[in-house]
């Protein structure tokens, strides 16, 4: 069966402090991966998403995500977080009905 | 604001009760998902349509059910309600058959049920 795991389920950070948040899937297929965004209170944004191509992708905020097919990962990360990246993290794989298999999600707090 | 619609945005009742949850999806979008998020459980997809067709199914239970009419817009209908299915639901919605395409959400209904 498809399944996402993310590592972290709640990351503390300080304010410019570097972040990397881990995605690891399962999915036999062809594999469209995303990673989405819920501030508190609101609804959820798509950060950025891979379809195919240069395996590092640029997203919004200064988001990133790399790629690694040998590895079945997929990577968030901010070189320099604020306070307003304070928000939970979801990846998701798109699954093979159609849909997105989300992960458990990372809180992520920054303090400022 | 992603263009997704879902109303209402609280609902609180009681057990055993029945309600419905609607959606409007994204002007020109198809493909309409819904979602449960819940503390313990995450979230989890319960079932999506395309076009008026019922598409996938995921973690849905045999209470809850849903339609999408010829205006596209969709109900998700949840009866015989316990206390464990107090949830956040979302609706999204995409042009075709996602996950090949960005799914925009809308801005959830929370039910609360006491």
């Known amino acids: 069966a498809q399944s996402v795991s993310q590592h972290n389920h709640h990351v503390i950070l300080s304010e410019a402090a570097s972040l990397e948040l881990g995605c690891n899937y399962s999915?036999?297929?062809?594999?469209?991966l995303f990673w989405y965004v819920q501030y508190p209170g609101q609804h959820l944004q798509l950060l950025l998403k891979?379809?195919?191509?240069?395996?590092l992708v640029k997203g919004i905020k200064g988001f990133e995500a790399e790629f690694i097919k040998s590895k079945f990962s997929f990577n968030l990360r901010k070189p320099s977080v604020q306070w307003s990246d304070t928000a939970e993290y979801f990846c998701?794989?798109?699954?093979?009905?159609?849909?997105?298999?989300f992960g458990k999600g990372t809180k992520l707090s920054v303090k400022p | 604001d992603s263009g997704v619609t879902q109303t209402p945005k609280h609902l609180i009742t009681a057990t055993g009760q029945r309600v419905t949850l609607r959606c409007s999806p994204r002007?020109?979008?198809?493909?309409v998902y819904w979602y449960q998020q819940s503390l313990d459980q995450g979230l989890q997809f319960l079932i999506q349509?395309?076009?008026?067709?019922?598409?996938a199914k995921g973690n849905i239970l045999e209470r809850f059910s849903a339609q999408q009419f010829p205006d596209l817009h969709s109900e998700l209908n949840l009866s015989s309600l316990e206390l464990g299915d107090s949830a956040l639901y979302f609706c999204?919605?995409?042009?075709?058959?996602?996950?090949?395409?960005?799914?925009?959400f809308g801005p959830g209904t929370r039910l609360t049920v006491l």
């Open positions: 999204a919605s995409s042009p075709g058959l996602a996950g090949v395409v960005e799914q925009f």
């Open positions: 999915y036999g297929g062809t594999v469209n």
């Open positions: 891979y379809f195919s191509g240069d395996p």
């Open positions: 998701a794989p798109g699954g093979n009905q159609g849909n997105l298999i």
């Open positions: 002007s020109g979008d198809l493909s």
């Open positions: 349509y395309y076009n008026g067709e019922e598409r």
